[in-house]
């Protein structure tokens, strides 16, 4: 690697991880998780053309399984300063029709991977007294969705964890923050149908999705520098929606 700082960024495939990862393309090299290795090598790729180096980890984080020793068999998770969990996936679907399968996918991938990774990277980042966390969650998370129950459970947890790993962490100098987006324009809309996402829209004061740029923007400020006493915090990225 170079004298870049190492960031581990999760869901880099993914609409939202990719745009965080062109954004901070010009200050941190990555360790870039996903599931679509063929989508990642061409991140990578597109990002080594702006200086930065990418490490490629492929992954399904909705199965843990064997997740920590995975982790601690890799020697560059010591070597992270800034940890960005942009991994996630939806689930649109009654409470009364949501499988045991369903639920247990979503809080991995949401949930238990972040503690399984934030707990392998804990104990270098105090070792150097250094460190930025921001994971990515929903305004499900505060307020709740019908049809939506599982999902929601599983981003108000995340925001429990970064609310109290904040307290945690910050006497050893380490940030943990939160990003909250609303509706942003992903592949993720798709099931919500052409008047389904027009519903919604109207719904909110701006009245259109965010951008996954959008969002990326609200990560790179909780990572700069001179946010370096924010910590606890869920930045909504919404709209004005909720």
Same mark, same amino acid.
Request: glycine residues 8%; proline residues 5%; hydrophobic residues 50%.
């Given at each position: 690697?170079?004298? /870049? ?11 939202? #991880? ?7 393309? *010009?200050? !941190? @090299? ?5 599931? @679509? ?19 490629? !980890?492929?992954? @399904?984080?909705?199965?843990?399984? #064997? ?6 068999? /890799?020697?560059?998770?010591?070597? %992270? ?5 942009? &991994? ?8 009364? *029709?949501?499988?045991?399968? $369903? !639920? @247990? &996918? ?10 399984? +990774? ?7 980042? %105090? ?21 939506? %129950?599982?999902?929601? &459970? ?18 050893? =100098? +380490?940030?943990?923050? =939160?990003?909250?987006?609303?509706? %942003? ?7 919500? =149908? ?8 109207? $719904? ?35 709209? #004005? !929606?909720?």
């Amino acid at each position: 690697m170079s004298e /870049r700082p190492l960031l581990l960024l999760t869901g880099a495939s993914g609409a939202i #991880g990719s745009a965080v990862a062109r954004r901070l393309a *010009d200050r !941190w @090299d990555f360790l870039l998780h996903g599931r @679509d290795a063929r989508r990642l090598a061409a991140l990578a790729e597109e990002l080594e053309a702006r200086g930065a180096r990418s490490i490629l !980890w492929v992954r @399904d984080l909705s199965r843990t399984e #064997g997740l920590a020793a995975e982790l601690a068999a /890799r020697p560059e998770f010591s070597w %992270v300063r800034a940890y960005v969990h942009a &991994a996630g996936q939806p689930l649109y679907r009654l409470l009364a *029709d949501t499988t045991e399968e $369903e !639920w @247990d &996918a979503l809080f991995h991938v949401h949930v238990r991977s972040i503690f399984l +990774i934030a707990r392998r990277l804990i104990p270098s980042m %105090v070792r150097r007294r250094e460190g930025r966390m921001v994971f990515l969650s929903s305004v499900w998370g505060e307020s709740g969705a019908a049809g939506e %129950v599982a999902y929601a &459970a599983a981003k108000g947890a995340v925001h429990a964890f970064v609310r109290s790993l904040a307290r945690e962490l910050a006497p050893s =100098g +380490i940030a943990v923050n =939160g990003v909250a987006p609303g509706v %942003v324009q992903t592949p993720m809309l798709t099931p919500l =149908g052409e008047e389904g996402l027009r519903q919604t829209l109207a $719904e909110i004061p701006v009245g259109r999705a965010a951008e996954p740029e959008e969002v990326a923007a609200a990560v790179a400020f909780l990572l700069a520098p001179e946010s370096r006493h924010i910590t606890g915090h869920i930045l909504a990225v919404h709209g #004005g !929606w909720r």
